[in-house]
């Protein structure tokens, strides 16, 4: 008789992703919020710097973005998203899925190009495919009155772009999405949403 096989459990981790221009605090809030699950007793881990890591593989980022680089970052940063979930309770996404699409159609519309239909059709669908497991996802809103902080280009132009691609890419795809705007209050509601989500309150 032939023994039955001890299934394999299936991590159950909470996804958390954000999405949004650069320079609009997501890294910040997903520090925050992995501070606050840390101090919870939930254990957090955050998967991140993947522009980095696209320019030391000699990839474009920025308004340089390809669909080439645009493919690796939204498929190498799902890939660290899974190999995470082994080793946390939950995982914090700070360039989810669908950033790497916006990006890549600011930076189109900055050089005044098109993209065959058949490449952002594929980029949608994967985007899209690759959404569906994330729990929580957190868009930051752009305010053009904030002073820029950290080791950006500063491109307004581009910038806004981004933003403006990220919110319509969300509502086109139809991805359910939290928006945070440069406001402690929305803040920390969002860093409450989060904790909420986890189980960590």
Not at 48 to 63: D, E, Q, T, W, Y
Not at 94 to 112: H, I, T, V
Request: a negative charge; charged letters at 20%; one cysteine or more.
């Amino acid at each position: 008789m032939t023994p039955t096989p001890t299934p394999i459990p299936t991590p159950a981790a909470v996804r958390i992703g954000i999405v949004g221009t650069y320079a609009t605090g997501k890294s910040t809030l997903m520090r925050r919020i992995e501070m606050e699950l840390r101090a919870l007793g939930t254990s957090a881990l955050r998967v991140g710097g993947l522009g980095k890591r696209a320019a030391f593989l000699g990839l474009p980022k920025m308004a340089r973005h390809t669909p080439l680089s645009t493919e690796w970052i939204i498929t190498a940063g799902v890939a660290e998203e899974l190999a995470a979930t082994v080793r946390a309770e939950v995982v914090l996404a700070d360039c989810a899925a669908p950033a790497a699409l916006a990006y890549y159609k600011a930076a189109l519309e900055q050089r005044g190009e098109k993209a065959p239909p058949e490449t952002v059709n594929r980029l949608q669908t994967l985007v899209t495919a690759l959404s569906t497991p994330y729990d929580l996802l957190l868009a930051t809103a752009l305010d053009p009155d904030e002073p820029l902080v950290g080791p950006h280009d500063h491109d307004p132009n581009f910038r806004q772009l981004v933003d403006d691609h990220t919110h319509k890419l969300l509502g086109t795809l139809e991805l359910g999405h939290v928006l945070v705007t440069n406001d402690d209050t929305s803040r920390a509601d969002a860093i409450r949403l989060a904790l909420t989500m986890s189980g960590a309150t």
